[in-house]
Structure formats: C-alpha cells, structure tokens
T-cell receptor, first 114, second 114 residues
Framework: GENVEQHPSTLSVQEGDSAVIKCTYS??????FPWYKQELGKGPQLIID?????GEKKDQRIAVTLNKTAKHFSLHITETQPEDSAVYFC?????????????FGTGTRLKVLA | DAGVIQSPRHEVTEMGQEVTLRCKPI?????LFWYRQTMMRGLELLIY????????DSGMPEDRFSAKMPNASFSTLKIQPSEPRDSAVYFC????????????FGEGSWLTVV
C-alpha cells in the first residue's frame, strides 16, 4: 500500500547549524508534499509545501526539495534556533484525486541545542 | 481568526464508557478530517467528510467508532465502548477546496482510557 518513510526519527543539532529531514514515498501518483511542525501539546501546523511541478521551494530559513524520479523529498532548516525544536512530519498526497488523503511519515523529533 | 476548535482537550475515562469528541471546523471549510495519533502508528486518517457527507471511513478501526457531521460547523467522533488501546490524541482538521491543499489541524483531544 501507500506509505511514506521518514528519516531520521530523532535529530539533535547545535543552534545555528542546519538540519535535514528526508522522506521517501511509494505512490508515484503523489504530487503534493506538505511539511508540518508539531510543538508539544499542539496540533500539526503547515510550515511549507511543494508540488510536483517544482523542484525546490524556499521560505526564509526553510526549504524543501523534491526528486520525483527517486520519489523522495527533503526539508532543510538553516541557522536553526531553539524554537525550531519540535516534531516534523512529511506527507504525500494525490492532489487532484479527490480523496485528499495525506499519507504521513512517522515524524522526526528535532532538538536544537543552545 | 478562529482555527479548528476541539473539545474536550483532555479526557480520562474508564474502559467501557462512551467517549464523545467534538470539533468545530474553520468557518466556510468544506472538508473535515478526523485523525488519530499514537507513538506506534503515527498520524492515521480515520474518516473525512465533504460538505457534511462521509466520503471515506476506511480508517475507522472498528464498529466501536462512529463519526457524524450534522451540519457544516460541527462534527463528533464517538467511541462506544472505549478500550485502553483507544488511548491516543485525536485531531480534527479542516480544509477549503480551492484554497490549495492545506489542511488545518485543531489542537487535539488527548484521550486516556484506563
């Protein structure tokens, strides 16, 4: 069935360093890839997304890259800050399928050490 | 701008009791989703509605779970009878078709069944 693999499950970085989280999806029809950040006790919040017609997207310190051939996409956070500490989820979806079903990765717990 | 509102935020109940979780989606949104989050299984889609009509309930674990959406501004997820393995965080989320594919999550209902 459809699945999304996410690595690593935990990631610790020093403040100011970069963090990279990688996801691989199985459904070749997926064409929408959002990333969510979940802080302790909160619901997931969208931080950035990318569609399959784009290879890279940036928003300040956050960027996402997509390789459709290899079916993987990555989240890059530069100049990390303590407030970046959270659990990050990737997801894949068939945008135009009508089902709007997201397949989520298992999450990455990011710790930014001050 | 109110987001997705869920209640209760925390619930502790005894095995066998009925549990009702409530959700108010973002005003005007036409899709509503119920997700369950556990350490073992991550974020799972239980059911989703479009214009108050259930579209896909294939994620509902068993007959003990039921969901309704009597109108555009209210939905319930009911578990009867509850079991300890139902302990999880239950998220409601909503989306507006035509606004991209962004799903907005509520803050979750933390359920513990003892």
């Amino acid at each position: 069935g459809e699945n999304v693999e996410q690595h690593p499950s935990t990631l610790s970085v020093q403040e100011g360093d970069s963090a990279v989280i990688k996801c691989t999806y199985s459904d070749s029809a997926s064409n929408y890839f959002p990333w969510y950040k979940q802080e302790l006790g909160k619901g997931p919040q969208l931080i950035i997304d990318i569609r399959s017609n784009v290879g890279e997207k940036k928003d300040q310190r956050i960027a996402v890259t997509l390789n459709k051939t290899a079916k993987h996409f990555s989240l890059h956070i530069t100049e990390t800050q303590p407030e970046d500490s959270a659990v990050y989820f990737c997801a894949a979806s068939r945008d135009a399928s009508g089902t709007y079903k997201y397949i989520f990765g298992t999450g990455t717990r990011l710790k930014v050490l001050a | 701008d109110a987001g997705v509102i869920q209640s209760p935020r925390h619930e502790v109940t005894e095995m066998g009791q009925e549990v009702t979780l409530r959700c108010k989606p973002i005003s005007g949104h036409d899709y509503l989703f119920w997700y369950r989050q556990t350490m073992m299984r991550g974020l799972e889609l239980l059911i989703y509605f479009n214009n108050n009509v259930p579209i896909d309930d294939s994620g509902m674990p068993e007959d003990r779970f039921s969901a309704k959406m009597p109108n555009a501004s209210f939905s319930t997820l009911k578990i009867q009878p509850s079991e300890p393995r139902d302990s999880a965080v239950y998220f409601c989320a909503s989306r507006l078709q035509g606004s991209g594919n962004t799903i907005y999550f509520g803050e979750g209902s933390w359920l513990t069944v003892v």
